[in-house]
């Protein structure tokens, strides 16, 4: 989550065509519910609202306002794209959550011993991936976001259980012989 109560809903990418219209990669659910949140902002304030869009291969080609030729679009590459927390709907489900929800939880083993905190969740392709800031500091660790490695996800306790893959693991014991 960005700051002052934000949640990052998608990102602009190339520039597509000469006309101004831009790649555009949803985070959400429905990826093409991502025009019915109103307004998107970036970090730095800017409001960009998606006139059009069309589906293209693993993407979205956008018209922007405001955007009306290449040079302007490929100003927007990268461009993360946020809404108000408050514009996202209400979960009906006891154990929905956002993954922005997420963010500052502590991750604890099985033992309930802590491990870090969570400080972003990421997606590169292949799934969702959880970075953990290790408790006493050190290098984050990216764990799979699945129900193996996180069985326990408990938004109210402030808290996600995480099975460590092995090599984090014996990465651990190595260090401490």
């Known amino acids: 989550m960005a700051g002052g109560g934000r949640v990052c809903l998608g990102q602009f990418g190339a520039a597509h065509g000469v006309r101004g219209e831009v790649r555009l990669h949803s985070f959400t659910a429905a990826p093409e519910a991502i025009t019915s949140y109103g307004p998107l902002e970036s970090e730095d304030g800017r409001v960009f609202e998606i ?47 956002y993954h922005a929800d997420l963010v500052g939880l502590a991750v604890l083993d099985r033992d309930g011993n802590k491990l870090g905190t969570v400080i972003a969740i990421h997606n590169f392709g292949a799934g969702d991936v959880i970075e953990m800031a290790p408790d006493g500091g050190g290098k984050t660790e990216l764990l799979p976001f699945d129900e193996f490695h996180v069985p326990v996800v408990d938004i109210a306790a402030g808290k996600i259980v995480a099975v460590l893959p092995q090599a984090m693991t014996n990465q651990e014991s190595d260090q401490s012989v």
């Open 51 to 97: 006139e059009a869009m069309r589906p293209a291969k693993d993407h979205f080609v956008a018209r922007v306002s405001g955007i009306a030729d290449r040079n302007a679009a490929e100003l927007l590459k990268n461009v993360k794209l946020y809404v108000p927390r408050e514009r996202l709907p209400e979960l009906d489900e006891a154990d929905a959550f």
